[in-house]
């Protein structure tokens, strides 16, 4: 993805891979107060079905928690297993416990 902004309306799509299948995302921020929360919708081109994630940060006794929450994925095709939960689980986690992190660290 060459360029994000934390904007309502802003549209942007991404191509992601499992096990070596291709899938095309096209996502639209849908609301953002900054500082604290930013949601967007998550579709795959040329699947039935739509989702919407949600970054939401909640602060307080000096630290910042992070909720990150994917709604709808009963909307995408049951019969691909790539679109079960528990990958999506799996990627929640990686974002949070892997890339959120070294980002941090290197800023």
Request: net charge neutral; charged share 30%; aromatic share 16%.
């Amino acid at each position: 993805m060459a360029e994000f902004k934390p904007v309502k309306g802003f549209e942007f799509q991404f191509e992601g891979r499992l096990e070596g299948r291709k899938y095309f995302h096209s996502c639209k921020v849908v609301e953002v107060i900054p500082e604290r929360k930013i949601a967007y919708t998550w579709k795959y081109i040329g699947y039935e079905g739509d989702s919407v994630v949600t970054f939401e940060l909640f602060g307080g006794c000096n630290k910042t928690v992070l909720r990150l929450m994917h709604e709808g994925l009963d909307n995408f095709p049951k019969d691909n297993p790539d679109f079960a939960k528990s990958n999506f689980a799996e990627v929640g986690t990686y974002i949070v416990d892997t890339s959120l992190k070294e980002y941090l660290a290197n800023k």
